[in-house]
């Protein structure tokens, strides 16, 4: 194959075959522009990739950035994956709630209701859910249709062609890197409470906080006097690192132990203090806008904090990417996205009724508002509560260790899928030869994660984390619907209820909200967005449409994807045999 793309032996055949039957339309125009649109995602033809003789360059590259990428030659490359599938169904759950459960709850709830919503940011996180819940039925007939890595980078590649799949990819690498230092930033607020409530050891701010200070209104990044680097989030995401290297296995150990224990403090927390809320804290529920700004509390306000802890709920969708690395990815891999969410939802909603009645909505605008709700009662029933607070800061950075855990696992295997797609230079997507995990993308995202985590403030991170999530929901949304017309034939575990028509209500509904979380977000965040976006679309266009291995070897790919199909049985049986071993030497 030539630089352009053609193919030297344009007249040869490839030596696998790859046909799929389509229905033949009625001659009339309109049944012969479905026919076109449904032959599109229907072709499996590896030839159709190349550059035809007598095509100019404008409309061949032009056609190259909304290449689609079949769903025939996505399940051939995940059964030929290197990566070990030992995750069952009860670790997937555990996998979404690692990530569901964290910064979300323990950092952002108290100041998305200190900032924006006071008491009623209850509803905010019902609001929020709900939009969850539409994008969580999207990603599990997605996930249940083609169980691959990539998550909605992936979908997008499979529904709306190569440019998008990249913007989606993209935005989530900003996603899980950007969340994960938020993460960071909170993980450090509760080491230092930890010690000071347990040895009543008290660190100075100058190694325990971030370098800047964010300030949304109006938007100014400033210099926090001897505050030099965040090191307790900058070691911490390093030590996380460390272990998703060493492989899933460990890392999925590691992290059933980390939310076991964090399940049990936030339980003890909702318990412990739900017959000492004080009914004047919920007095107003929904605080009146005095500001002008209509994000600052009244009814706005409740949306605005959605917005913010949108982020809370971002975790179901690592879930997918963990597909390559899931003993049975069709049935599994729903149960543990719409599994992990409702156990989350029903946590998030009675530990924010607390918290809010434990303290005023103003005290909480601190980065461990949990600590600060149990102090409150302590003040007020003159009890002592530090065993509570140990108990809970313990559990705090227990949560937010496997939030760390969870969003690396899932943005390297973002890399590894883009750099398998030539999108990204190829060393991105090298397996270790003995972990099996794709180790240099893991390196390279903890990494910058924790120098981001190091310097930058949890307001401003987590802010970007919101939208970047949105824009992906919105795009899984709408490939949903695309594959339910053109594709109804490719076999769905798990399918949006609706029958062929009504399920769109539910991809229609969540693409509205995400447009509608996207339009309250602050105007700098949309901005901070594009500026990222700019940078992809530089990146795309210098390197990624050039390396493009769909283009570059389309026949060699789907020779490859189809040895994959026919070494299918043959892989599974070494790997169940590798799996045996290990339970038997444990």
Known sequence: MNETGSHTGSNEKPSVSYTHDVEHAKKDDGAEFLHTIVDRYARVDPTAYLRRPDEGGFHYWGRRLGAIKPVELLLGEAKYSDLRKVLRAWQLIFVGIGAIIGTGIFVLSGQAAAQHAGPAVTISFIVAGVAAAFAAFSYSEMASMIPVAGSAYTYAYATMGEFVAWIIGWDLILEYMVGAATVGVGWSGYFVKFFQVAFNVYFGENWTEPTVTWTEDPPSMSYTAGHYINVPGFVIIMLVTIILVTGIRQSAFVNGVI?????????????????????????????????????FFGAPGIFAAASTVFFAYIGFDAVTTAALESRNPRRDLPIGIIGSLIISTVLYIATCTVMT?????????????????VDEVQKRTGKSWRWLNIIVTLGALCGL??????????????????????????????????????????????TVTAILAAVLPVDLLGN?????????????????????????????????????????????????????????AE?????????????????????????????RDPIGRFQQAHAGEELKDQHHATQEAEYAEYEYTR
């Open 523 to 551: 105007v700098t965040t949309i901005w901070r967005l594009f500026v990222w976006m700019g940078i992809g679309w530089i990146i795309y266009f210098s390197y990624g449409i050039r390396h493009s291995t769909l283009h």
């Open 464 to 520: 970007m984390t919101s939208v970047g999530t949105l824009l992906a929901f919105f795009v899984v949304h709408f490939g949903v619907i695309v594959l339910r017309f053109t594709r109804p034939e490719v076999d769905r575990r798990f399918k949006i209820p609706g029958g062929k028509y009504f399920f769109a209500v539910f991809p229609i509904l969540g693409m509205t909200i995400s447009v509608l979380l996207i339009a309250v």
């Open 401 to 446: 260790t496997s939030v760390l855990l969870i969003n690396l696992l899932a943005q390297s295997r973002v890399f590894y899928s883009m750099a398998r797609d030539g999108l990204l230079p190829s060393w991105m997507g090298k397996v270790h030869p003995r972990f099996k995990t794709p180790y240099i993308a893991t390196i390279i995202c903890g």
């Open 357 to 373: 009645g434990a303290a005023n909505y103003t005290e909480l605008n601190v980065p461990t508002p949990i600590t600060v709700a």
């Open 259 to 295: 939310v076991t224990i964090k399940l049990i403090v936030v339980l003890l927390f909702i318990f412990a203090l739900c017959g000492y809320t004080d009914k004047a804290n919920y007095d107003p529920y929904v605080p009146p806008n005095t500001t002008g700004n209509w994000h």
